[in-house]
């Protein structure tokens, strides 16, 4: 069954450093997602992409964060500057449509923590 | 209340009891979509029940969606321990390009 995977499951990163995301989305899926999950709490919302742009994105996806589809089968998501706020998991999704059904298919996640 | 809000924020019950989580959103939706979480994993999608759709079956999981209350409900019947897990409501207020997730019920199935 296709799947969405996600790299790297786990990255330690000090303050300030540059940190890219990258996930690999099912491969006739037209949505891009990226959510983020901080320990145990709810999942926030980033950005959606569609047609190699940004559908939407939410307040959290400041200038710091970037998107990016750069061979049509890799979706990355770069953190400019991390700070200690971002740690956090944070989920890649596909979806086939918007309207159709809709239905969401996630990652395992990719652990992000600043120190 | 945030745009999907479930409750219970926590449940836990026997094995073989049914248990139902409520979700509850803020705008208009075209569709709801029910998932769940294992402990560090990903979200997997259960069931998406459209605004025009009153209620849905799917196994073991009956969806209801009330659109004038702006609510909708999970029902698990016969709980099995392996059903422990966070539950998430999605929805997608109309005419934006995302989902919103509730805050989750986290269900504990004692075997």
């Known amino acids: 069954e296709p799947e969405v995977t996600q790299t790297p499951s786990h990255q330690v990163t000090q303050m300030g450093q540059e940190v890219i995301l990258r996930c690999v989305p099912i491969s006739n899926h037209l949505y891009f997602y990226w959510y983020r999950q901080i320990l145990g709490q709810k999942v926030e919302f980033l950005v959606s992409?569609?047609?190699?742009?940004?559908?939407?994105k939410s307040e959290i996806f400041d200038d710091q964060f970037s998107v990016e589809r750069p061979d049509g089968s890799n979706f990355t998501l770069k953190i400019r500057s991390t700070k200690l706020e971002d740690s956090a998991m944070y989920f890649c999704a596909s979806s086939e449509s918007l309207g159709g059904t809709g239905e969401l298919f996630f990652g395992e996640g990719s652990r992000l923590t600043v120190l | 209340s945030q745009q999907g809000e479930e409750d219970p924020q926590a449940l836990s019950i026997q094995e073989g009891e049914n248990a139902t989580m409520n979700c509850s959103y803020k705008?208009?939706?075209?569709?709801l979509q029910w998932y769940r979480q294992n402990s560090g994993r990903g979200l997997v999608h259960l069931i998406l029940?459209?605004?025009?759709?009153r209620e849905k079956h799917s196994g073991r999981l009956r969806v209801t969606l009330d659109t004038s209350k702006k609510s909708s409900s999970l029902l698990i019947t016969a709980s099995r321990a392996a059903d422990t897990a966070s539950y998430f409501c999605?929805?997608?207020?109309?005419?934006?390009?995302?989902?919103?997730f509730g805050t989750g019920t986290r269900l504990k199935v004692l075997a």
């Open positions: 705008t208009s939706i075209n569709n």
């Open positions: 992409f569609y047609n190699n742009e940004i559908s939407e």
């Open positions: 999605a929805t997608d207020p109309g005419g934006t390009y995302k989902y919103i």
């Open positions: 029940i459209r605004s025009n759709e």
